[in-house]
């Protein structure tokens, strides 16, 4: 069985490898973005019914990200709380 130490170290892991995920979570959130302004700029000036729609999505999409990113925060410090308790 592990020791307090190893337990420790390895939630340090985990959280580091979540951080790492939160640039990933970042560059996604951008990357979401720059095609939303990208769709929203070729797409002025047409009639295209469903384009609402598609700028709808990119915006859903980039709220998912964030809610993911915000979920990966709480469980990052639940860890720690764990860490923190041993």
């Given amino acids: ?7 420790r170290a390895g ?13 990933a979570l970042r560059h996604a959130r951008q990357a979401i973005e ?3 302004a990208n769709f929203a700029q070729n797409i002025y ?3 295209q019914n469903d ?15 964030d809610e993911v990113e915000q979920a990966l925060h709480v ?8 860490a923190g308790r041993l």
């Fill in 11 to 23: 939630i340090a892991r985990a959280n580091q490898q979540a951080t790492e995920s939160l640039g």
């Fill in 45 to 47: 000036g047409t009639a």
């Fill in 34 to 36: 720059e095609a939303a």
């Fill in 75 to 82: 469980a990052m410090q639940s860890a720690d709380d764990v």
């Fill in 51 to 65: 384009a609402d729609d598609a700028r709808s999505r990119f915006a859903a999409a980039a709220e998912k990200v």
């Fill in 1 to 7: 069985m592990a020791n307090i130490d190893e337990i």
